[in-house]
């Protein structure tokens, strides 16, 4: 069981920066893939970006590259979600969530965090 908890949103004007943090219980990151997700008010879930167990391999989805960056620190049992030039369109509430091997479908995911809402206004 990986217990999985959010923290860093908020409310950013638009072309502002936001660090989203995950951190992990009871099971130690560095065993798992790590993504973080995200669903806006009637939209289904987005993939935004993930991290591979060792942290070194990434993943990000094309409508954020270039401004969000997954890192991962497995000694502090820790995963980031740096983002920049903040976008109205990021409004959502953010998940982070732990799978044994990569993919980019949320289904594949086995534990996910609370969520935490980040709000960008134009």
């Known amino acids: 069981q990986v217990q999985l908890v959010e923290s860093g949103g908020g409310l950013v004007q638009a072309g502002g920066s936001l660090r989203l943090s995950c951190a992990a219980s009871q099971r130690t990151l560095s065993s798992y893939v790590v993504g973080w997700f995200r669903q806006a008010p009637g939209k289904e879930r987005e993939f935004v970006a993930a991290?591979?167990?060792?942290?070194?391999?990434?993943w990000t989805a094309d409508s954020v590259k270039g401004r969000f960056t997954i890192s991962k620190d497995n000694a502090k049992n820790m995963v980031y979600l740096q983002m920049n030039s903040l976008k109205a369109d990021d409004t959502a509430v953010y998940y982070c969530a732990a799978a044994r091997s990569w993919s980019p479908r949320g289904a594949e995911y086995d534990y996910w965090g609370q969520g935490t809402q980040v709000t960008v206004s134009s």
């Open positions: 991290v591979s167990l060792s942290g070194s391999t990434k």
